[in-house]
């Protein structure tokens, strides 16, 4: 008898013309072309590229689209008459809460994705997440938003994919322990590309300077983030969350070939890593197709070509933004959303030329400093937060005379 194929699962991507989204759409079509995984494609949310959200909706042959952007609609709808077209600073969660899905890619860059990403958690879908921002600005409410709804999530980040992997696979021999025992995860990082250069150099580095990462291909937000290592501080909050770890038992450690993307070492001192190549394709099908594994899509490692795995501690005379986590999760409440947004704003600046690279951290510092934890409860807390941390942030860049960073 021929089995009957399964049911196609409908997902909606959240940020689908930035990297993960397009990344995402890029596996998604593998897995359908090569009968991997049966995957509709039945909402797509853009915030500012019409072009490539409407070449989207025509390959995958969607119906409802969203973009941020709202003075770009109308050129959205007149280029896709058949489509539903959401529009403005809210329209992602309006699609979220629009369409029928079973599955949520939430792939918005920043702070703009965490509405829509709360609201795939309250409908219950199970959510492939990039958007560091919903945890570390929102992580005390995500836990029980997922225990009311069931919504279930699964981390693409290739750090935490490399956690969440290690975890289960340490699961599938476990009878009598929910909870595997462990002594700490450590999360990788390249050390991106400023990973050799003294602080001087650094502190007055230029804009396509910092751009230039060496191993991964990013959007400008996340470069800057890898540049200050204010990525991995958004990383050790979000695992935090994710795995219900506390800061002592999640650490660091730099590892330039980004092949080692992050490892468990448990109780016994015994350790398991996830290796692969740095594409973020392989995580993106991992979450996807979860708890299967199938064909991908990305190339395989070349193990006669690797001639060694270095590893090396975090510098944090030079790279002070990681020490931030920690504070962060001590202080709970809405430090996580005064830390976000402050640096936020410190990057945006920065990639206008407005201030030094060195002075990222150092607003953001600052910001988390000066203003007050409030308890976080509710969407209102964090939103509120998010706003005095921007204030914060602008009105220390309008007081001060800085000196414009180099082209």
């Known amino acids: 008898m021929t089995a ?13 013309t930035g990297s993960i989204g397009t990344n995402t759409l890029n596996v998604v079509d593998h897995l359908n072309r090569t009968a991997a995984a049966s995957i509709q494609v039945v909402g797509l949310a853009a915030g500012r590229n019409a072009k490539t959200l409407i070449e989207q909706a025509r390959w995958f042959k969607v119906k409802h689209v969203a973009i941020a952007d709202a003075a770009q609609s109308q050129a959205v709808r007149e280029a896709l008459p058949d489509c539903t077209v959401f529009a403005g600073p809210d329209s992602a969660l309006k699609l979220v809460k629009e369409v029928e899905a079973t599955d949520c890619a939430a792939a918005i860059v920043g702070a703009a994705g965490l509405a829509s990403t709360l609201g795939a958690i309250r409908l219950g879908l199970t959510i492939s997440l990039s958007n560091k921002e919903t945890l570390v600005a929102a992580g005390e409410l995500v836990r029980p938003m997922l225990q009311a709804s069931g919504a279930t999530i699964i981390p693409v980040d290739s750090e935490h994919s490399a956690i969440f992997q290690c975890l289960n696979a340490h699961r599938s021999g476990e009878t009598s322990q929910t909870r595997p025992p462990i002594k700490r995860i450590v999360l990788t990082a390249s050390g991106g590309p400023f990973r050799a250069t003294d602080k001087q ?12 990462h060496p191993t991964w291909s990013m959007g400008p937000k996340v470069s800057i983030d890898s540049a200050t290592m204010m990525n991995k501080t958004l990383e050790v909050v979000e695992a935090h969350w994710l795995f219900d770890l506390p800061g002592e038992k999640i650490d660091l450690l730099v590892h330039p070939e980004s092949v080692v993307h992050s490892f468990v070492e448990f109780t016994d001192n015994s350790t398991l890593a996830q290796l692969g190549p740095p594409d973020m394709r392989t995580p993106i099908q991992y979450a996807l197709t979860y708890p299967n594994r199938v064909g991908g899509c990305s190339d395989a490692m070349d193990w006669s070509t690797l001639r060694g795995l270095s590893f090396e501690p975090v510098d944090f005379t030079r790279f002070k933004a990681p020490k931030l986590a920690y504070r962060v999760i001590e202080a709970g ?23 030094p690279f060195g002075r990222i951290v150092e607003l953001a510092d600052e910001a988390l400093s000066q203003i007050p934890v409030q308890p ?16 914060w942030v602008e009105n220390r860049l309008a007081e001060q005379s800085m000196t414009p960073a180099r082209s």
């Open 4 to 16: 009957k194929p399964a049911k196609a699962r409908r997902l909606i991507v959240l940020g689908s």
């Open 201 to 212: 150099t650094m502190d007055n580095a230029t804009v396509d300077q910092a751009l230039r």
């Open 333 to 355: 409440g809405t430090a996580g959303a005064v830390l976000n947004a402050a640096n936020e704003v410190a990057v945006k600046a920065f990639l206008e030329r407005r201030i």
């Open 376 to 391: 976080l409860d509710g969407l209102e807390a964090v939103t509120e937060a998010d706003r005095q941390a921007r204030e």
